[in-house]
Nanobody, 124 residues
Framework: QVQLVESGGGSVQAGDSLRLSCAAS????????MGWFRQAPGKDREFVAR????????RYADSVKGRFTISRDNARNTVYLQMNTLKPEDTTVYSC?????????????????WGQGTQVTVSS
């Protein structure tokens, strides 16, 4: 069973950048497709980005397309989310997740393991 730990969140101004990291242990990261999700209080978990096992296929939510980039370094067992041109509406908790599915999975229910999340706050 893989354990996931996010880091890199913080408080920034609108237009700034952050890079989130998701470190995996207890398993081989290359065995999983990886995703980033975010969830604001009282709202459903929202898909942000997804990357295939070897990093050759990515998908993004329309709200972050062109601003966020997901990548992975399987040798380091780490997945990243580079977030540029941040907006106040990006403020929430971001979580990474691992999926054993081989199809393109975008729904939270299709992911098997989750990290605890890291808070991102963007001020205007």
């Amino acid at each position: 069973q893989v354990q996931l730990v996010e880091s890199g969140g913080g408080s920034v101004q609108a237009g700034d950048s952050l890079r989130l990291s998701c470190a995996a242990s207890g398993g081989t990261l290359s065995s999983y497709a990886m995703g980033w999700f975010r969830q604001a209080p009282g709202k459903d978990r929202e898909f942000v980005a997804r990357v295939s096992r070897i990093g050759d296929n990515t998908r993004y939510a329309d709200s972050v397309k062109g601003r966020f980039t997901i990548s992975r370094d399987n040798a380091r067992n780490t997945v990243y989310l580079q977030m540029n041109t941040l907006k106040p509406e990006d403020t929430t908790v971001y979580s990474c997740a691992a999926s054993r599915a081989y199809t393109i999975v975008l729904r939270p229910t299709e992911y098997d393991y989750w990290g605890q999340g890291t808070q991102v706050t963007v001020s205007s």
